[in-house]
């Protein structure tokens, strides 16, 4: 079957023959349809994150997948079924994080990341898992259930930040999202829910298709070079919440100013080491006097997705539509590589969905 | 009556003679026991933080009090009740943050501090408060009932930041607190019905009598001469849970490296502005890839007094006995407001209960 890969040495994805995966016990067959394309996946390419699993000399890329099962093999799914996959693994079996149905809480070194770190991703014709980590799928979102992984990830992140400010009453109103690339700006329409005034901070100038998908969902778009984060308030106002989706780490201290009094700001970007000069002195103050909180969030676990699917299937369809710039045959793989001013997100696509 | 105030101009604490207040409808007449001294009155008595009442030249000093009623004036409180007053008032009638008990959360300008900004405190021979501020104590607290405050101050810190970690299953087992101040001392203690394991940070060298406090708890030291913030989980563990109570800014920042994955930091200190340098990359990183949050919190609510009634009653009489190295009779104030390396906690006596 054809996959997707990077080697160990290489700077770039290659398409390759691998032999069809046959499902072990407890596992169903998938055939992939789609599987998306994102920012952690062009640093795995770079060597920059993740590696590949022990012993081979490359690693299958793709962790935002959308399947059909293909043989249940014994699972409780049916032939036909639409299925996402989660992304993490028990390196060694089990262990508690995964019993509790939180992979997303193990520390470095108890879990793998399938197409990113010690395990084979899913952009390839065929994947097998285990059943109790495929998120069944309803029929409306084939064409975008690819989007369910990246959706996991900021319902994961809103979910913890919210906890954050469980102990009190909060009735929050106004929500800016740091950053405008394809995780930022589904956040922005699953805040939709909850937020009445929706900002998002992007660093391009007009026209831009980002811009215009933010302002088609009633949001305000903020140009980072007009308006610093610190500066949020005093050009806008203070946001009850944040969600930072940039990487760039003075946005992760900047926020901060941007918050309102009792409010909460989610991070995750996952920048390298940088060293600034901040006021860390006013910065420590406004947390303390102002009851703000930051709150680090990574990957999702199963009831993330499972949110996810549900808040994908109540968002309005022409927004995701708008979001996915680009679906590419296998054939033409190196085209949803490619990250320029037109792209959004992007999916390489295995195979179609048939009705049966 | 006699009080202890500040003058505007002034920058020492100084005794003077005032009428004795009328209780107001739905007031009660307090009459003054003990009051405690605390980092913040000493801001207040430098012009750093807080202000005088409108109109007036002056400030009551005293935010932590205890008290016993003199008259209820109908309210529910019987004479000779002991109580405790909490700290916040709204400046023009009531608000929703005081309506909702959540005094604590109402941002700048929805509140005064009595004894700190806009409000005269308690350190006078009687004071007056809506019956609705008055925390009841139960006898045993008589001599140690200015402790309630305080502590106060660290259950809402500790409620908020487990309240962050309310979205996983989190089983913490141990802490550290950064300071030794009476507050991070009084804290260390709380937080032994939680945690296996406590550390407590400060600059002391030895001997030094919080470390011999530290050490009776069964908790460990740690000089920060000797070890920075960072360097906690190489030298002694990662922990779970930071309380910093120092007020120095980069402890804000580098606490964010002694946490172990999933851990949270409370943070309590409020420092003037200060620039510095960090690893801004690294940090940002380190909140986002293991799940880390930082929690501000200030002051309390009345829930929180009610919680520090009960954690004071539970914890050893004579760690309690030890923080406490001085209670000055009002004619002897001076020597309560003096700081010094044999100092932990110390308290005005204004008079004293007599059983009925």
Known sequence: MKAIAVYEDGDEPVLMEKPR?????????IRTLRVGVDGTDHEVIAGEHGGTPEGEDHIVLGHEAIGV???PNDTPFEVGDLVVPTVRRPPNGANEYFARGEPDMAPSGRYHERGIEGDHGFMSEYFTSPAEYLVPVPRELVELGFLVEPASIAEKAIEHTVASRSAFHWEPESAVVLGNGSLGLLTLAILGDTFDRRY?????DRPDPTIDVIESLGATYINSNETPVSGIPAAYEAVDFVFEATGHAPHAFECIEALAPNGAAALLGVPGDWTFEIDGGKLHRELVLHNKALVGSVNSGYDHFEAAVESLSRLPRGYLDDLVTGVYPVEEFEAAFVDDDTTIKTAVEFGRYEER
Do not use: F, I, Q, W
Not at 21 to 29: D, F, M, T, V, W
Not at 200 to 204: A, D, E, F, K, V
């Open 21 to 29: 995966p046959e499902p072990s016990g407890g596992e169903a067959l």
């Open 69 to 71: 099962v293909e043989d």
């Open 200 to 204: 998002c901070l992007g660093r391009r």
